[in-house]
């Protein structure tokens, strides 16, 4: 039998009309029997991650290939209709992965929030105070996911101080009837770096380290990430390199690379959701999307920049991660990403929500805003661990910076947003161009939210 952690007592009772901001829901376990002691508070940032693990549009499942979903780089092989709508950008605001996506990230920020009002009744002690660090940084990345899918990147927009072109934030314990309104970009992306850096003040950088949880040096990889979302070159640059430095983490091998996809807590991995055997999405896994036997819709694209790169340059480690297949016995061989092979059968994959090389490519793409001569030493860090008989380069532009991304980071939700944050277009599978600022580069806001909160604006062209 599954074991319910305490955090999802904690929203028993929610009301099913409306998945925004209904944080304290009237059969919530009462304060006193809540969370009275740091074994339940670590249940808690438990009861956080843990309702993100098992439904679809979240890090596991459809979420985890989102933005190389929206690219040429990959395909859908057999159409069974899950998440080919992603990739056809035909995902309506009646659509039920938008939806899913709302829902739940918002239910986990109604989780973080409650832990955080009850345990500020517990006696301060290190474990609290790193405990607390890890919801505030859990509330950061939600919203900051939330802003990815349903608002602009600020770097994209004319104005981040316009009415509504944010999200609805969540950060503190509201009435079940509250119906909230969408704050500006600004305001959205000031709370997540709030977030994060009250993490950063509360966590021990020496914390012993444990899959599935954050850490010091997950907050500040984060908040560098979403620094670079906003602009802020020196500030990303600045917490990237101490995440470098400091974190005691290493790039993969080229020995290693090849063998590390089905191992928890490796080298590289800051920061990956905890997926296991009784808690995973099943057929809406990273896992089923990315293999013929599955939904097979997160295939390579053989025509694509990414594919005709990896099969040309096999002295490349990374080209040993394409896998072949058949959606049957009489189709021709299809080619999917390697990186989700499962560890107790295919639905069981950890997504990596941050590693270490792509801190190397925030430090990258900062440097080469910033016109700084040191963005070449981080593509060549990355390069000489993946390719043999690499030779350094002197420079580096900002399309070899985004082709990087490309290469280095396929399947792990990156590839659209590195180009749309660089105000540059994506192919889509059907060979359609989209700008950075096309309106379907966001998703609609449910209309089930927007029936109970006529307050909230629908994006532009839902």
Same mark, same amino acid.
């Not at 899950?82 to 995902?91: C, E, F």
């Not at 009002?117 to 940084?137: C, F, I, M, N, W």
């Given at each position: 039998?599954?074991?319910?952690?305490?955090?999802?007592?904690l929203?028993?009772?929610?009301?099913?009309?409306?998945?925004?901001?209904?944080?304290?829901?009237? @059969?919530?376990?009462?304060?006193? !029997?809540? +969370?009275?002691?740091?074994?339940?508070?670590?249940?808690?940032?438990?009861?956080?991650?843990?309702?993100?693990?098992?439904?679809r549009?979240?890090y596991?499942?459809?979420?985890?290939?989102?933005?190389?979903?929206? @690219?040429?780089?990959f395909?859908? #092989?057999?159409?069974?209709?899950?998440?080919?709508?992603?990739?056809?950008?035909?995902?309506?605001?009646?659509?039920?992965?938008?939806? *899913? &996506? *709302?829902?739940?990230?918002?239910?986990?920020?109604?989780? &973080?929030?409650?832990?955080?009002?009850?345990?500020?009744?517990?006696?301060?002690?290190?474990?609290?105070?790193?405990?607390?660090?890890?919801?505030?940084?859990?509330?950061?990345?939600?919203?900051?996911?939330?802003?990815?899918?349903f608002?602009?990147?600020?770097?994209?927009?004319?104005?981040?101080?316009?009415?509504?072109?944010?999200?609805?934030?969540?950060?503190?314990?509201?009435?079940?009837?509250?119906?909230?309104?969408?704050?500006?970009?600004?305001?959205?992306?000031?709370? +997540?770096?709030?977030?994060?850096? !009250?993490?950063?003040?509360?966590?021990?950088?020496?914390?012993?380290?444990?899959?599935?949880?954050?850490?010091?040096?997950?907050?500040?990889?984060?908040?560098?990430?979403?620094?670079?979302?906003?602009?802020?070159?020196?500030?990303a640059?600045?917490?990237?390199?101490?995440?470098?430095?400091?974190?005691?983490?290493?790039?993969?091998s080229?020995?290693?690379?090849?063998?590390?996809?089905?191992?928890?807590?490796?080298?590289?991995?800051?920061?990956?959701?905890? $997926?296991?055997?009784n *808690?995973?999405?099943?057929?809406?896994?990273?896992?089923?999307?990315?293999?013929?036997?599955?939904?097979a819709e997160?295939?390579?694209?053989?025509?694509?920049?990414?594919?005709?790169?990896?099969?040309?340059?096999?002295?490349?480690?990374?080209?040993?991660? $394409?896998?072949?297949g058949?959606?049957?016995?009489?189709?021709?061989?299809?080619y999917y990403?390697?990186?989700?092979?499962?560890?107790?059968?295919?639905?069981?994959n950890?997504?990596? +929500?941050i590693?270490?090389?792509?801190?190397?490519?925030? &430090?990258?793409?900062?440097?080469?805003?910033?016109?700084?001569?040191?963005?070449?030493?981080?593509?060549?860090?990355?390069?000489?661990?993946?390719?043999?008989?690499?030779?350094?380069v002197?420079?580096?532009?900002?399309?070899?910076?985004?082709?990087e991304y490309?290469?280095?980071?396929?399947?792990?939700?990156?590839?659209?947003?590195?180009?749309w944050?660089?105000?540059?277009?994506?192919?889509?599978?059907?060979?359609?161009?989209?700008?950075?600022?096309?309106?379907?580069? +966001?998703?609609? #806001?449910?209309?089930r939210?927007?029936?109970?909160?006529?307050?909230? !604006?629908?994006?532009?062209?839902?």
């Amino acid at each position: 039998m599954k074991k319910i952690y305490l955090a999802l007592s904690l929203f028993a009772g929610l009301a099913l009309t409306s998945c925004n901001l209904d944080e304290s829901p009237a @059969t919530s376990l009462p304060l006193d !029997e809540g +969370i009275t002691s740091e074994i339940d508070l670590k249940s808690a940032v438990k009861g956080v991650s843990y309702l993100l693990t098992e439904d679809r549009m979240l890090y596991a499942s459809e979420f985890g290939l989102y933005a190389d979903l929206l @690219t040429n780089d990959f395909t859908v #092989i057999k159409d069974n209709g899950q998440s080919s709508p992603i990739s056809g950008y035909t995902l309506t605001k009646h659509d039920a992965l938008p939806e *899913y &996506a *709302y829902c739940y990230m918002y239910k986990a920020l109604a989780n &973080a929030n409650l832990a955080l009002k009850y345990s500020d009744a517990l006696p301060e002690s290190a474990t609290v105070k790193e405990l607390r660090g890890q919801l505030y940084a859990w509330r950061a990345l939600l919203h900051f996911d939330l802003a990815r899918m349903f608002a602009h990147i600020p770097t994209t927009v004319a104005d981040v101080n316009a009415k509504g072109s944010g999200i609805v934030l969540s950060t503190q314990v509201l009435p079940v009837d509250f119906k909230g309104t969408r704050s500006t970009l600004k305001q959205t992306y000031d709370q +997540i770096i709030a977030d994060f850096t !009250e993490a950063v003040k509360l966590m021990d950088k020496d914390a012993k380290k444990e899959t599935g949880f954050l850490n010091y040096y997950a907050a500040l990889a984060l908040r560098a990430r979403a620094y670079l979302y906003m602009g802020e070159n020196e500030k990303a640059l600045a917490d990237a390199k101490e995440v470098i430095a400091d974190g005691g983490y290493e790039l993969y091998s080229i020995k290693d690379y090849a063998s590390v996809w089905n191992k928890e807590g490796t080298s590289e991995s800051i920061f990956e959701l905890l $997926i296991t055997s009784n *808690y995973n999405p099943q057929r809406n896994g990273i896992g089923y999307y990315t293999d013929a036997s599955g939904y097979a819709e997160c295939g390579f694209n053989t025509a694509g920049k990414l594919y005709k790169y990896l099969t040309d340059n096999p002295e490349d480690v990374r080209s040993n991660l $394409i896998k072949v297949g058949k959606v049957s016995k009489t189709a021709a061989d299809s080619y999917y990403p390697a990186k989700y092979p499962g560890r107790e059968g295919i639905y069981v994959n950890n997504p990596k +929500i941050i590693r270490l090389s792509e801190v190397y490519l925030i &430090a990258a793409e900062a440097s080469v805003k910033l016109n700084k001569d040191d963005a070449a030493s981080y593509i060549n860090a990355i390069e000489r661990n993946r390719v043999t008989g690499y030779q350094d380069v002197a420079t580096v532009d900002i399309d070899d910076v985004i082709f990087e991304y490309e290469k280095e980071l396929f399947a792990e939700n990156q590839i659209a947003f590195a180009y749309w944050r660089n105000k540059k277009s994506v192919t889509n599978r059907l060979k359609k161009v989209i700008d950075y600022d096309n309106d379907r580069t +966001i998703l609609p #806001i449910p209309q089930r939210e927007i029936d109970y909160n006529p307050a909230l !604006e629908q994006n532009h062209g839902y």
